[in-house]
T-cell receptor, first 114, second 113 residues
Framework: DTGVSQDPRHKITKRGQNVTFRCDPI?????LYWYRQTLGQGPEFLTY??????LEKSRLLSDRFSAERPKGSFSTLEIQRTEQGDSAMYLC???WGQGPDEQYFGPGTRLTVT | AQSVAQPEDQVNVAEGNPLTVKCTYS??????LFWYVQYPNRGLQFLLK??????LVKGSYGFEAEFNKSQTSFHLKKPSALVSDSALYFC???????????FGAGTRLFVKA
């Protein structure tokens, strides 16, 4: 068990560019979550996958954000036409089971939009 | 709508003294409640959760939390604080009918030797 990994750890991009982040969950975990965290705030829910199905997506998520988990393993989060307000830490978490799960978090990807 | 409030930005306690980190919540149905901890330069780690049953839940590192339905609270407690407990603590809630987990803004715990 190597834990949840995220790549890259840091990303600096110019406004208007597209970025893609990758999350590799713990191998046997069927659930995967994406969150966004800004300074002084707790993680903000973005979306949830159970296996390859995206079952819940925050209404706060604009159309510029999309996430996939094509084979029920790793997941990608893409942000199109980045804005300065997208600057944040993007966290991925995974878990196993059917009920209320404890989530295992990755180290996050810090995005800075200039 | 679900929400979580952590009324204290920071809690200061002397080593060896008991500590309490407060959390109140609001959900439409029955709640699942969680505490997570974030140490400097490390990812969020699960501490404990409440699903149903006994109102006192025990978790990792000697922490426990008490669920109080009438006060809609889930305060984190430890009988004797350690300097190494100094970290950022997050309370979280999930409605039993969904998958969305809502986190509070966090409370920074500072334990002085």
């Amino acid at each position: 068990d190597t834990g949840v990994s995220q790549d890259p750890r840091h990303k600096i991009t110019k406004r208007g560019q597209n970025v893609t982040f990758r999350c590799d969950p713990i191998s046997e975990h069927n659930r995967l979550y994406w969150y966004r965290q800004t300074l002084g705030q707790g993680p903000e829910f973005l979306t949830y996958f159970q296996n390859e199905a995206q079952l819940e997506k925050s209404r706060l998520l604009s159309d510029r954000f999309s996430a996939e988990r094509p084979k029920g393993s790793f997941s990608t989060l893409e942000i199109q036409r980045t804005e300065q307000g997208d600057s944040a830490m993007y966290l991925c978490a995974s878990s196993w089971g059917q009920g209320p799960d404890e989530q295992y978090f990755g180290p996050g990807t810090r995005l800075t939009v200039t | 709508a679900q929400s979580v409030a952590q009324p204290e930005d920071q809690v200061n306690v002397a080593e060896g003294n008991p500590l309490t980190v407060k959390c109140t919540y609001s959900v439409s149905g029955n709640p699942y409640l969680f505490w997570y901890v974030q140490y400097p330069n490390r990812g969020l780690q699960f501490l404990l959760k409440y699903i149903t049953g006994d109102n006192l839940v025990k978790g990792s590192y000697g922490f426990e939390a008490e669920f109080n339905k009438s006060q809609t609270s889930f305060h984190l407690k430890k009988p004797s604080a350690l300097v190494s407990d100094s970290a950022l603590y997050f309370c979280a809630v999930r409605d039993t009918g969904g998958f969305k987990t809502i986190f509070g803004a966090g409370t920074r715990l500072f334990v002085k030797a």
